[in-house]
Every structure is written in C-alpha cells, then in structure tokens.
C-alpha cells in the first residue's frame, strides 16, 4: 500500500468514528425497519386474501362454463339418441314427411339453440347397394343425387335433414368423401356411441366458420354387443351439424360471465373470444386456466381468462391503500430522523475539506493503475484477435499445399510442397505461441486433470522433433526412472507442450552430438525433467533473461536459427500455473540443461494402454461409405481445400455460405454430418447449431463438426455445450478431417447394423 492510500485511510477512519455521532444511530433504523416490516407485512397479507378470494370466484365461473357446455352436449345426445328410437321404432326406416314431423315436434330453434339442424345417414357398402339407394331416393324426391360422385368401397350420404331450406347443401352429401367425417361415423359404429367429429367446415356454412359433426349409429335389430355383429348390421346415423359459434352463443347466451373463452381442437381453433374485436377482451388478464374436456371421442381444450368485467367488478385496491399509508407514515418517521442528525453534521465539514487532496491524489494514482490494466487487456485482446484473422487464410495456405501433395508430382515439385507445409507449420507455430501468450495474460488458460502415462508422453514429444534431429544428423535418447514409471494426473497437453518446446530449443541450437531426456523425482518428490544437449552453451548473462518474453541469446542466433521468442516464456508460464519449476544450467562451450519440474499425482484408475495417443495416418474413407455431407463455410478457399480433400471419399458434398442456407438444405434433404463455420454473415455457426438441436425435425440428431479459427479453450467449450459433436481448428488438417468423418460413417455403419 502506497503512502497516499495509507495516510486516506488513516483519516478515513477518523472521520468515520466523527460520523457515528453525527449519523443516525442503529436505534433509528431499528425502529424505520420494523415499522416497514409492519407495513409489508399488513400489505401482503390483505394481498393475499383477496388473490385467494379472486382466484375463488374465477374458478367457479370457468367451472360453471364447462359444466354449461358439457350438460349442452348431453341435451344434444338425448336428442339425436331419441331420433334413433324413432327411426328404430318404425322398423329401422323413415321417409322425408315422417322425418320432418319428427324434426318439427323438437323445436329446435327453441328447446336446441345453437343446432343447425337434425338428419338421418344410410350407410351402403357397396356400389350396388348405392344404386338400389338413388333409385328409391330419386322416387321420392326427383332432384336427389349423392355427391361428390365418385367410386368406394363403401358410402354414407345424407338422407334426411331438418330443416330442409337451412341445410338443402347437405343433402346427398357422402361423409365418407372426407377423412374427419368418416373416421367419427365409423367410430360410431363400432362402439355403438355417440362420437364428434374433428373440425370441419360445413358445406351449408357460408361463413366457412369452424364446426363439427355430432353422430349416434343405428343398427339393424337394435344394438348388438359384439362388435363383428355391430359391423355387419351398421345401417346408418342420426346426426347433427353444428357451427360452433352459433352453439357456444346458444349455450352461453344467458350466463352473466365475466370471462373470455378459446376453444381449440388440438391446435385447430373451435371458437375464440381472446382477440381484441371482443369488447370485454382484456389482454393483460388477472387470471387464466385451461380446462381439457373429453367426450365423445374428441377432447376439447378451454384456455378462460378473466375479462375486463371481471377486472372491474372484483378489483380491490385495500392492499394498496395499506402499503401507501404505511410507507407515508414511514416516511415522516425518517424525515423526523434526519432533522435530528442534521445539526451535527456541521461539525464535520471542515475535516472532510481536509481530506480532498488525499482523496485526488488517490484518484489519480487508481486512474493510472486503471489505465495500465486496460492497456494490457486491449493488448491481449489485440493479440488474439489478430491471430483469430491470421489462421483464417493460413487455413487455406496450408488446405491447399496438403491438396497439392496428394497429387503426382516429381521430386521438384514434392519438395516445394514440403516447403509450403513446413513454412506455414513454422507459422502456425508462432501464431500459437501468440495466442498462448495472450490467454495467459488475460487469465484464460485452464489446466485439464487428465491421467497419462509418462514414458508415453516423452515418446510423443520425441517423435514430434525427431524428423527435425534426423536431418541434422543428431541422436535423441530418453531414460525415465523406474519410479516414474507409474500412472499420474494432470494437463498432459501442456506438459508435452513444455517438453516439445525444449526438444525442439535444443535441436535447433545443436549442430552435432546428441540430445537425451532424463525423468526422475527430485527431493519434494515432483516428477523432474532434464533436456542435455551438446550445443555452444549460454552465457551467465544470457541465462539471465533466456525465458524474457521475444528474447533470444543474441541477434546473431536469432537469425541464424529462426524463432519467435516465445517458446520458452510460455514453458516458463505453463510451468507456474501447473505448480512446477523451471531453469536452465549451462557452461559456454560444453552444451546446456533445461529442466522443469511438475507435482506428481498419482492416479491408479487409467492403465497406459488406455491413455497412449494414436499417432498414425487416419485410414482414407471406403468408397463404399456414400455419405452425405453438408458444408456451411462462407470463405470460398476454405471451401475449395474441403471440396477437393473430399473429392475422391466417395460422398456428396453440399456447400452452402451460412447457418440459414444450411437450414433451408437440412429441410430438404438428408445428410449424414454437417461441418460448420462459426463466423458466417446473415447466420453464424453457433445460432445454426442451437437452431438445429432445438428443432423438432429429424435431423435434430445430425453429428456437427465445427471449423473455426478461434481456438480459446472458452469458445470451443460453448460450441460443444451447444451440441457441437467435434471441433476441429483452422487450419484444417486433411487428414484428421477425414478422420473424423471416418469415425461417424463407421458409427452408422454399426448403428445400421444393430
């Protein structure tokens, strides 16, 4: 602590005893709290009491309104049920003029509203049957014909219904023509009781409003109980139509409600008071509820909310007027309060003059301080965006030499390529050892807790720089201690990370000899790496600042051997986070030893066959695998390499430019994976992926590999959450692409098989 924020606090503390005699005393506030407390409390429970009150009176109307709707319901039944009794009654026959006595003896209009009208169906399974039936109908009444014309198996036309002038359309209709009116009559038929309809639209309804059908069958002999019999001497239907605004009117008219009704038949509307055309809508309302009704084989779906007269006939503003004078009362209290304080805190304004000064200069020091941690954040913002940008085209650099050395090529050619590649690897490289650098300052890094197997770990780091050893005619040799060689846990990535970056130091700083890795444990029983190598050795100077941030040991080796500079401060980073050690002993002339240390902890649950890394060439896909890939990437180099590595897989490959279009080809087809980019216009990759596993279609399942250039731990975290099913950073390597197709084509392939 400075001497500034050491002398402000100093008279902070003073003036703060000051302002303890000058401040209200917690007596006060004891008294404001449990004053306030009161006045809540007396506040929400009069609340209370009158929701509970109004949630009464709601549920006794939505009760009343069901129950009204369902004892119509019943009436309507009785009455299509004693059409039957007559029809049954006169040897299980009618004729128009018997029909429309017995139509005009129910009064409709009076004892029904909400009918439309009341009719007799015959039921004739077969065509014969149907030219029999027009040949009697026609008798009776010239102008009859059943329609729509067409041939079935079967035909239910509508004989009879009344009255006649209100429903004529109906006449001779054939309810087998249309699948929700067929399906219901022959539910009636086979169970022998009453059924409805799904929405339909009624052919005498000009308004083409929603409605339904109502049926009860009538059998040959009466009702039998086996349901063979039932089918075998189905004769007909006695049925009515209905529309179902005229039949809520008709059930409804005379209740004094004070809500406002949908009613819906699945998702298709039935009837619906919830729009602002009705005068007592109220769209922000109290109360609502859904209420299921089941009957006659349909279920009907009440949403009833509290209507504007609900609002105003049950509204109490008690609660209101308890809270307002509580609080007013309160206030008056607290005003009293401060009068009282006042006077004292004239005492104290002359000390607190005192302390500007103190107070500025403090405020300057903290802006300063805030400025330097800003500047470092935009710094490592800057840092990682840039190298975000960077890998983009690099992505198609290195795509495209990897395309280029699948080809024929001569021995000119093939070492060209393998300039490129390694060109763009040693670039890529710095680009990482940017990013690393960036995340470790701006606090990012997380270390994983994983098991590993040490003497595998040191044979993978070997191997990565070997090729590089080969060449320049250098030996590397490991020896790992007997007691090291057990399972351990932690971030094995960044311990190889830490071990490659040393190999790879001493390779290119050795001309000649050899290079040997020795693993053992030190005194406080951590695992201790060592890297020998026969180079020219360091100075004492230039060990001083050899793991300093783009620092080397001089220019001259700078140029000579190439290098960012980074390697060894991000070894040196990962090191501290991973609990470790890091250094280096060397003599100018007899080489050089880099060492570090992490804690070594023990985990018996993973054997090594377990955790040993798969280092070889990913197999190329079988021709046979025909799989049907969807590509959404909007750079068109990065979709040229993909096209041509996957060109010769035997697949499809669709490509499109953003999560939309890669939507829209989903809803048109099959695919069996998607690789997805993240920053696309109109659409990114994230939204796509969310997009498509919150979808109800099928390919809500499809396997997602992500390609993105943004390589931070977070952001590859938030794709998997979203549903990502792989990732996979630019730029892109061929092989482990194919890869990874590789591994889901044979994951169809066995799920096929189960």
Same mark, same amino acid.
């Given at each position: 602590? +400075?001497?500034?924020?050491?002398?402000?606090?100093?008279?902070?503390?003073?003036?703060?005893?000051?302002?303890?005699?000058?401040?209200?005393?917690?007596?006060?506030?004891?008294?404001?709290?449990?004053?306030?407390?009161?006045?809540?409390?007396?506040?929400?429970?009069?609340?209370?009491?009158?929701?509970?009150?109004?949630?009464?009176?709601?549920?006794?109307?939505?009760?009343?309104?069901?129950?009204?709707?369902?004892?119509?319901?019943?009436?309507?039944?009785?009455?299509?049920?004693?059409?039957?009794?007559?029809?049954?009654?006169?040897?299980?026959?009618?004729?128009?003029?018997?029909?429309?006595?017995?139509?005009?003896?129910?009064?409709?209009?009076?004892?029904?509203?909400?009918?439309?009208?009341?009719?007799?169906?015959?039921?004739?399974?077969?065509?014969?049957?149907?030219?029999?039936?027009?040949?009697?109908?026609?008798?009776?009444?010239?102008?009859?014909?059943?329609?729509?014309?067409?041939?079935?198996?079967?035909?239910?036309?509508?004989?009879?219904?009344?009255?006649?002038?209100?429903?004529?359309?109906?006449?001779?209709?054939?309810?087998?023509?249309?699948?929700?009116?067929?399906?219901?009559?022959?539910?009636?038929?086979?169970?022998?009781?009453?059924?409805?309809?799904?929405?339909?639209?009624?052919?005498?309804?000009?308004?083409?409003?929603?409605?339904?059908?109502?049926?009860?069958?009538?059998?040959?002999?009466?009702?039998?109980?086996?349901?063979?019999?039932?089918?075998?001497?189905?004769?007909?239907?006695?049925?009515?139509?209905?529309?179902?605004?005229?039949?809520?009117?008709?059930?409804?008219?005379?209740?004094?409600?004070?809500?406002?009704?949908?009613?819906? $038949?699945?998702?298709?509307?039935?009837?619906?008071?919830?729009?602002?055309?009705?005068?007592?809508?109220?769209?922000?309302?109290?109360?609502?509820?859904?209420?299921?009704?089941?009957?006659?084989?349909?279920?009907?779906?009440?949403?009833?909310?509290?209507?504007?007269?609900?609002?105003?006939?049950?509204?109490?503003?008690?609660?209101?007027?308890?809270?307002?004078?509580?609080?007013?009362?309160?206030?008056?209290?607290?005003?009293?309060?401060?009068?009282?304080?006042?006077?004292?805190?004239?005492?104290?304004?002359?000390?607190?003059?005192?302390?500007?000064?103190?107070?500025?200069?403090?405020?300057?020091?903290?802006?300063?301080?805030?400025?330097?941690?800003?500047?470092?954040?935009?710094?490592?913002?800057?840092?990682?965006?840039?190298?975000?940008?960077?890998?983009?085209?690099?992505?198609?650099?290195?795509?495209?030499?990897?395309?280029?050395?699948?080809?024929?090529?001569?021995?000119?050619?093939?070492?060209?390529?393998?300039?490129?590649?390694? +060109?763009?690897?040693?670039?890529?490289?710095?680009?990482?050892?940017?990013?690393?650098?960036?995340?470790?300052?701006?606090?990012?890094?997380?270390?994983?807790?994983?098991?590993?197997?040490?003497?595998?770990?040191?044979?993978?780091?070997?191997?990565?720089?070997?090729?590089?050893?080969?060449?320049?005619?250098?030996?590397?040799?490991?020896?790992?201690?007997?007691?090291?060689?057990?399972?351990?846990?932690?971030?094995?990535?960044?311990?190889?990370?830490?071990?490659?970056?040393?190999?790879?130091?001493?390779?290119?700083?050795?001309?000649?000899?050899?290079?040997?890795?020795?693993?053992?444990?030190?005194? $406080?029983?951590?695992?201790?790496?060592?890297?020998?190598?026969?180079?020219?050795?360091?100075?004492?100077?230039?060990?001083?600042?050899?793991?300093?941030?783009?620092?080397?040991?001089?220019?001259?080796?700078?140029? +000579?051997?190439?290098?960012?500079?980074?390697?060894?401060?991000?070894?040196?980073?990962?090191?501290?986070?991973?609990?470790?050690?890091?250094?280096?002993?060397?003599?100018?002339?007899?080489?050089?030893?880099?060492?570090?240390?992490?804690?070594?902890?023990?985990?018996?649950?993973?054997?090594?066959?377990?955790?040993?890394?798969?280092?070889?060439?990913?197999?190329?896909?079988?021709?046979?695998?025909?799989?049907?890939?969807?590509?959404?990437?909007?750079?068109?180099?990065?979709?040229?390499?993909?096209?041509?590595?996957?060109?010769?897989?035997?697949?499809?490959?669709?490509?499109?430019?953003?999560?939309?279009?890669?939507?829209?080809?989903?809803?048109?087809?099959?695919?069996?994976?998607?690789?997805?980019?993240?920053?696309?216009?109109?659409?990114?990759?994230?939204?796509?992926?969310?997009?498509?596993?919150?979808?109800?279609?099928?390919?809500?399942?499809?396997?997602?590999?992500?390609?993105?250039?943004?390589?931070?731990?977070?952001?590859?975290?938030?794709?998997?959450?979203?549903?990502?099913?792989?990732?996979?950073?630019?730029?892109?390597?061929? $092989?482990?692409?194919?890869?990874?197709?590789?591994?889901?084509?044979?994951?169809?392939?066995?799920?096929?098989?189960?």
């Amino acid at each position: 602590m +400075s001497k500034y924020q050491t002398d402000y606090q100093e008279i902070s503390n003073e003036l703060e005893d000051i302002h303890d005699g000058a401040a209200l005393h917690w007596v006060h506030w004891c008294v404001l709290a449990g004053s306030l407390v009161l006045t809540f409390g007396a506040w929400y429970f009069a609340k209370l009491q009158i929701e509970e009150k109004t949630m009464l009176k709601f549920d006794r109307e939505v009760s009343q309104v069901v129950k009204l709707v369902s004892e119509r319901m019943q009436k309507y039944e009785d009455a299509l049920w004693s059409g039957v009794a007559v029809i049954e009654a006169n040897g299980g026959n009618t004729d128009n003029q018997h029909w429309r006595t017995f139509s005009n003896r129910l009064h409709l209009n009076v004892k029904y509203p909400g009918i439309n009208g009341i009719g007799v169906v015959h039921y004739l399974p077969t065509t014969l049957k149907l030219d029999q039936y027009l040949f009697q109908k026609k008798a009776e009444r010239a102008y009859f014909d059943v329609h729509p014309k067409r041939i079935r198996k079967e035909y239910l036309p509508i004989t009879y219904i009344e009255p006649f002038m209100d429903n004529q359309q109906a006449i001779g209709l054939d309810l087998a023509h249309e699948t929700n009116r067929y399906r219901a009559a022959l539910k009636a038929r086979d169970t022998g009781k009453a059924q409805i309809t799904g929405p339909i639209t009624l052919v005498q309804d000009a308004a083409k409003t929603p409605g339904f059908l109502f049926y009860t069958p009538f059998y040959k002999n009466g009702l039998d109980k086996s349901l063979a019999l039932r089918q075998q001497n189905f004769t007909g239907l006695v049925y009515a139509p209905f529309v179902m605004s005229k039949l809520m009117a008709g059930t409804l008219h005379q209740k004094n409600r004070h809500v406002s009704i949908r009613v819906t $038949d699945g998702t298709v509307p039935l009837y619906d008071e919830l729009k602002p055309t009705n005068a007592d809508y109220d769209p922000d309302p109290q109360l609502t509820k859904s209420v299921p009704l089941t009957a006659y084989g349909r279920t009907w779906n009440f949403k009833i909310q509290s209507a504007k007269s609900f609002r105003a006939l049950y509204s109490n503003n008690q609660p209101w007027i308890i809270l307002f004078g509580g609080i007013s009362i309160d206030t008056l209290l607290f005003i009293l309060f401060i009068l009282l304080t006042r006077s004292n805190r004239r005492a104290i304004t002359l000390t607190e003059k005192v302390t500007e000064s103190y107070q500025l200069q403090l405020g300057e020091l903290n802006a300063a301080k805030l400025n330097a941690e800003n500047a470092n954040k935009l710094k490592s913002s800057f840092l990682a965006n840039m190298s975000h940008e960077i890998r983009t085209p690099l992505n198609g650099v290195m795509g495209m030499a990897q395309l280029l050395g699948r080809t024929e090529l001569n021995e000119t050619q093939k070492d060209y390529v393998k300039t490129i590649c390694s +060109s763009s690897t040693s670039l890529l490289t710095i680009i990482e050892d940017v990013l690393d650098i960036s995340k470790i300052e701006a606090g990012l890094i997380e270390l994983w807790e994983e098991e590993y197997d040490v003497e595998e770990l040191v044979k993978i780091a070997v191997n990565t720089v070997s090729g590089i050893a080969v060449n320049k005619g250098l030996n590397i040799r490991y020896q790992i201690n007997e007691d090291c060689l057990e399972n351990y846990t932690g971030d094995p990535k960044r311990i190889r990370q830490v071990l490659i970056n040393m190999l790879g130091n001493a390779v290119k700083f050795t001309d000649s000899g050899e290079i040997s890795v020795l693993v053992e444990k030190n005194h $406080d029983g951590k695992l201790l790496f060592k890297i020998n190598d026969t180079g020219p050795g360091i100075t004492a100077i230039n060990q001083l600042k050899i793991f300093d941030r783009f620092s080397q040991v001089d220019n001259t080796d700078q140029r +000579s051997h190439g290098g960012s500079g980074l390697g060894l401060t991000i070894s040196k980073d990962l090191c501290h986070l991973m609990g470790g050690e890091i250094g280096v002993h060397s003599t100018p002339g007899n080489g050089s030893t880099f060492w570090f240390t992490i804690p070594a902890v023990l985990s018996d649950d993973l054997t090594a066959d377990e955790i040993q890394k798969d280092l070889k060439t990913p197999e190329r896909l079988s021709s046979d695998s025909r799989l049907q890939i969807l590509l959404a990437e909007d750079n068109l180099v990065n979709q040229m390499v993909i096209s041509e590595a996957l060109n010769d897989e035997g697949i499809e490959l669709v490509m499109v430019n953003n999560g939309l279009e890669a939507l829209a080809q989903l809803d048109q087809r099959a695919f069996d994976i998607v690789l997805m980019d993240i920053q696309m216009p109109k659409m990114s990759g994230d939204e796509a992926i969310k997009r498509i596993r919150r979808s109800d279609q099928t390919y809500k399942d499809i396997p997602i590999i992500i390609l993105s250039a943004n390589a931070l731990k977070e952001a590859i975290d938030e794709y998997m959450e979203l549903g990502a099913n792989e990732y996979l950073s630019k730029p892109i390597d061929i $092989d482990q692409l194919i890869q990874k197709i590789n591994e889901h084509c044979q994951k169809r392939v066995l799920n096929n098989a189960a």
